[in-house]
């Protein structure tokens, strides 16, 4: 994978957490704060925080585009986005109904 993508996919997502509110993404506010904690995106995508650190950090390991595209959900970015990031990944979709269906 390309090593700038990456970079930019981390950045790309510590960007996004820093201005979603707990409420975007289903969670209750007991004070309004701007921006999600890695924590509270880990539990969110069923990832683990440190997953999540490392993917932030520019590192994506092969055969874990599950993982990202988890991720990527949790973060409300539109389906269009989510899916140019998950192919610049590596993920192949086996037919198009799997383009549709996300």
Do not use: C
């Not at 994978?1 to 981390?10: E, K, R, T, V």
């Not at 590596?90 to 383009?99: D, F, S």
């Amino acid at each position: 994978m390309n090593i700038s993508f990456l970079n930019q996919l981390g950045q790309k997502i510590k960007d996004r957490r820093a201005v979603l509110s707990r409420s975007d993404v289903g969670l209750s506010e007991f004070e309004y704060k701007l921006g999600l904690t890695q924590q509270e995106v880990a539990v969110l995508s069923g990832v683990s925080t440190r997953w999540l650190a490392q993917l932030e950090q520019g590192i994506l390991k092969s055969g874990h585009l599950e993982y990202l595209s988890s991720v990527l959900q949790v973060l409300n970015l539109p389906p269009e986005e989510q899916h140019q990031m998950l192919r610049m990944a590596g993920w192949v979709p086996e037919n198009l109904n799997e383009l549709t269906q996300q």
